[in-house]
């Protein structure tokens, strides 16, 4: 059989393929194996991690859009595992159903097309009573947004939602040179293990949502302003929220105060 001609990544599908050994090694040795979960890569691309992956844990799914790298995959993994390939848009993949037809608790792993990755994280964070644990390369920005506490810069909803469903665990940064072709943005490794239970009650979850979303859809607004539509000034301070303060202040476990308030309010 003739050599595939070598594959062109593609900007549409946000392809920056991982070709640093030491950064694969790093991110094999996050994959736990000794949980009894079904290991699921998004986005193998050119499989820089998928055969190590197979190698060591002999069984593996992959859910990857580019149609095109499909016979590249399977190619490569002959003989090494068992790899099933599901051709697929992994904003829109049903990850649940995927963790029935396994029978287990699924681990996932990849490197995300960065284009897609806040979208992606909300659409696995509704899909977490299947997810036993990620692991994932993302930009660096993003994660510090996964991670970021109140006060900092990067805190916002997607850090706020991220840290009601997981506990996120930054594990180490990735220089552009380690990907072809390089990224003009740093990248990082992060690891998120979803919450068994919830570590704060926010009532109504649609209200949480609702709360937090309005509160930084104009960061320089005070709360009083920025809830107009859903609380009072009065609301808030029922609360035991400061209604001068700005979102980026807010803790989590007042945002779960806000939102009771405001089912308080509708019931």
Same mark, same amino acid.
């Given at each position: 059989?003739?050599?595939?001609?070598?594959?062109?990544?593609?900007?549409?599908?946000?392809?920056?393929?991982?070709?640093?050994?030491?950064?694969?090694?790093?991110?094999?040795?996050?994959?736990?194996?000794? &949980?009894?979960?079904?290991?699921?890569?998004?986005?193998?691309?050119?499989?820089?991690?998928?055969?190590?992956?197979?190698?060591?844990?002999?069984?593996?799914?992959?859910?990857?859009?580019?149609?095109?790298?499909?016979?590249?995959?399977?190619?490569?993994?002959?003989?090494?595992?068992?790899?099933?390939?599901?051709?697929?848009?992994?904003?829109?993949?049903?990850?649940?159903?995927?963790?029935?037809?396994?029978?287990?608790?699924?681990?996932?792993?990849?490197?995300?097309?960065?284009?897609?990755?806040?979208?992606?994280?909300?659409?696995?964070?509704?899909?977490?009573?299947?997810?036993?644990?990620?692991?994932?390369?993302?930009?660096?920005?993003?994660?510090?947004?996964?991670?970021?506490?109140?006060?900092?810069?990067?805190?916002?909803?997607?850090?706020?939602?991220?840290?009601?469903?997981?506990?996120?665990?930054?594990?180490?940064?990735?220089?552009?040179?380690?990907?072809?072709?390089?990224?003009?943005?740093?990248?990082?490794?992060?690891?998120?293990?979803?919450?068994?239970?919830?570590?704060?009650?926010?009532?109504?979850?649609?209200?949480?949502?609702?709360?937090?979303?309005?509160?930084?859809?104009?960061?320089?607004? &005070?709360?009083?302003?920025?809830?107009?539509?859903?609380?009072?000034?009065?609301?808030?301070?029922?609360?035991?929220?400061?209604?001068?303060?700005?979102?980026?202040?807010? &803790?989590?476990?007042?945002?779960?105060?806000?939102?009771?308030?405001?089912?308080?309010?509708?019931?």
């Amino acid at each position: 059989m003739s050599a595939q001609p070598p594959h062109r990544p593609r900007k549409r599908f946000g392809q920056h393929f991982l070709r640093d050994q030491q950064t694969i090694e790093r991110i094999l040795r996050l994959v736990d194996s000794d &949980t009894d979960t079904a290991l699921v890569e998004i986005g193998p691309g050119l499989g820089a991690l998928t055969m190590p992956l197979l190698k060591r844990h002999s069984a593996l799914t992959v859910v990857e859009l580019d149609r095109d790298l499909i016979p590249r995959l399977t190619s490569a993994a002959a003989g090494l595992g068992d790899l099933v390939v599901h051709q697929a848009d992994a904003l829109g993949f049903d990850y649940t159903a995927l963790a029935k037809s396994l029978g287990k608790q699924l681990q996932l792993v990849g490197n995300l097309p960065y284009n897609i990755s806040t979208p992606l994280m909300f659409h696995l964070f509704e899909q977490q009573r299947v997810i036993d644990r990620m692991h994932f390369m993302l930009q660096q920005e993003v994660v510090d947004r996964l991670a970021a506490a109140p006060g900092d810069k990067a805190y916002g909803r997607l850090g706020i939602m991220a840290q009601y469903r997981c506990a996120v665990v930054p594990a180490f940064p990735v220089p552009p040179e380690c990907f072809d072709p390089p990224p003009r943005v740093n990248s990082a490794v992060v690891s998120l293990l979803p919450r068994q239970e919830p570590p704060f009650d926010v009532g109504d979850f649609d209200d949480f949502q609702r709360v937090v979303t309005s509160a930084f859809s104009g960061r320089r607004k &005070t709360l009083r302003n920025a809830l107009s539509a859903h609380l009072s000034e009065s609301d808030i301070r029922s609360a035991g929220v400061d209604p001068q303060a700005r979102a980026e202040r807010i &803790t989590p476990v007042e945002y779960a105060a806000l939102s009771r308030q405001l089912g308080a309010l509708g019931a």
